[in-house]
């Protein structure tokens, strides 16, 4: 057998050497454990913590649900000495016929003022409010103004050979079935339809009327009674089948038949003209159901009562989010008119809301009745800043 190699070490030293290892051990397993090093391609990075609280207000700011209202100057309002303020008068007054408890002391004193001359009303308003820009919780100042308006539609208080589509008054049993029936099986035969024989309040003739009164919960009708007259009278929001809204419009553009530019009510209104076979199936895409209640139409010049409860004026009233701005709050809206390049610079009254109005800076505006308030509410979807007058 072939030897050992002998040792390189003499004996002492190989000792010795044993012996500071053998203290060394000993010496690390007096100590913690270290944490390992992460492998070289990881990237160490801090924890981050992320929140959505909006950060500290400035001092004179307000803190709402949904909003930030930021201490503003009268000087901030792009065309505000050019506005004609006594137009507004009109929804003012009317919102002071609730008034919330910060504008009683306004409201008291608008009740004896008497002026026909803006530029007077101008400093009046200057005395008495303060300015408040609006801004989303993340500090947005931008947002989206569309319009609304009360449509005008003919219509036959009993069906007739071209007018056999029903306007609803709410059903007996609304109230415990939640969420009632769909559309599609209300205008299908069945339990629903049951439910509602006997409380139809008029018969139209095109089934996309029907539904622009729902989407804008309110409208005019010229009823034809069965004695031959011809009256004039309101049908208002009396309820919904607690389905959610679907806008026949995205679903047009979803599925290809129109162009995001073509989905007004204008567009809408020729596609089905276009495609009658397919009017069924597009109005079933919204399963909501408005109901309505009648109610005598004594003053044409005044708009349908808004979430505030008082009548709207046309082009100074607006639907908001109330968590971001309180019913009856006077705002200053920047925009544009969605049929011309001009601008939309005035003073508004927030007088009624919506379930697709939600967020600070936005707000849906009313303009009115006819033919031209149709075609400028269809086609609006414009940019909007606004800012909130506030008693001081």
């Not at 003012?92 to 910060?102: G, N």
């Not at 008291?108 to 005395?127: G, I, K, N, V, Y």
Request: hydrophobic share 40%.
């Amino acid at each position: 057998m072939p030897s050992l190699s002998p040792s390189p070490f003499p004996p002492r030293l190989w000792g010795h050497l044993l012996s500071l290892a053998v203290a060394a051990l000993l010496a690390a397993c007096a100590q913690p454990p270290k944490a390992p090093e992460p492998a070289p391609t990881e990237e160490r990075r801090p924890e981050l913590r992320l929140s959505t609280e909006p950060g500290p207000l400035p001092p004179g700011a307000i803190a709402r649900p949904r909003a930030r209202w930021m201490p503003a100057g009268w000087g901030e309002l792009p065309g505000w000495g050019a506005d004609r303020l006594t137009e507004a008068l009109p929804a003012l007054r009317q919102s002071c016929t609730v008034p919330a408890e910060a504008w009683r002391a306004f409201c008291a004193q608008l009740a004896t003022l008497r002026t026909t001359d803006d530029a007077a009303l101008r400093r009046w308003l200057e005395e008495r409010l303060q300015v408040f820009r609006l801004e989303a919780l993340d500090g947005a100042t931008e947002g989206l103004l569309t319009g609304y308006y009360e449509p005008l539609v003919s219509a036959s208080r009993q069906a007739t050979a071209s007018r056999r589509v029903p306007l609803h008054q709410a059903p007996a049993d609304l109230g415990q079935r939640k969420p009632w029936y769909t559309r599609q099986q209300i205008e299908t035969p069945g339990a629903a339809a049951i439910a509602l024989k006997g409380r139809e309040i008029a018969w139209l003739e095109d089934p996309l009327d029907a539904l622009v009164l729902q989407i804008q919960g309110s409208g005019r009708l010229r009823l034809s009674e069965p004695d031959g007259r011809e009256r004039l009278v309101r049908v208002a929001f009396a309820g919904h089948n607690d389905h959610p809204y679907r806008s026949v419009g995205r679903w047009l553009i979803d599925q290809g038949e129109l162009k995001p530019s073509e989905a007004s009510w204008p567009g809408i209104k020729d596609w089905a003209r276009r495609n009658p076979k397919r009017v069924q199936e597009l109005l079933w895409q919204n399963p909501r159901y408005v109901f309505f209640r009648e109610e005598p139409l004594l003053d044409p010049s005044l708009g349908p009562k808004g979430a505030q409860g008082v009548p709207l004026t046309p082009a100074r009233s607006v639907a908001v989010d109330p968590q971001s701005v309180p019913y009856g709050t006077p705002l200053w809206i920047d925009s544009t008119e969605p049929l011309s390049t001009r601008p939309l610079q005035r003073l508004v009254v927030a007088q009624d809301t919506g379930s697709a109005i939600v967020g600070a800076v936005r707000a849906d505006f009313f303009w009115g009745w006819g033919d031209d308030a149709e075609a400028q509410a269809g086609r609006m979807k414009q940019s909007l800043r606004s800012w909130a007058l506030w008693p001081r």
